[in-house]
């Protein structure tokens, strides 16, 4: 699959209808994003089953601060519509492939139930 443009207008709907989407926060000024651009294209020919998606954080300010991006490039690993993973810097290849094979093989009903926990005990410590 070929990795497409994420914006405010198309974010919800990417994430409601794929279960594994993958995004790249970027910037035209930002020299580590322009090196790492190659390997996201060559990754995401790999994986025709998750949706890759490049966010300007120029462009798309909302969404750079929904995911609390600090530095570029930031990657986010989804999973059904759950943030699993975010790395900020360049990863090698290697370590990106490994990264979504460990995002396939999660137990996401495990995710799910360590959410929940970990809402209640933030409730529970603000009352």
Known sequence: MSVIDLTQDTFEETIENNEIVIIDFWAEWCGPCKQFAPTYEKVSENHSDI???????????ELAGMFQVRSIPTLVFMREKIVVF??????????????????????????RQDLENAQAEQEQNQS
Do not use: H
């Open 51 to 61: 949706v890759f998606a490049k966010v300007n954080v120029e462009e798309q300010q």
């Open 86 to 111: 975010s790395n900020p810097g360049v990863i090698p290849e290697s370590n990106f492939e490994e990264g979504i094979k460990q995002l396939k093989e999660l137990d996401m009903e495990k995710v």
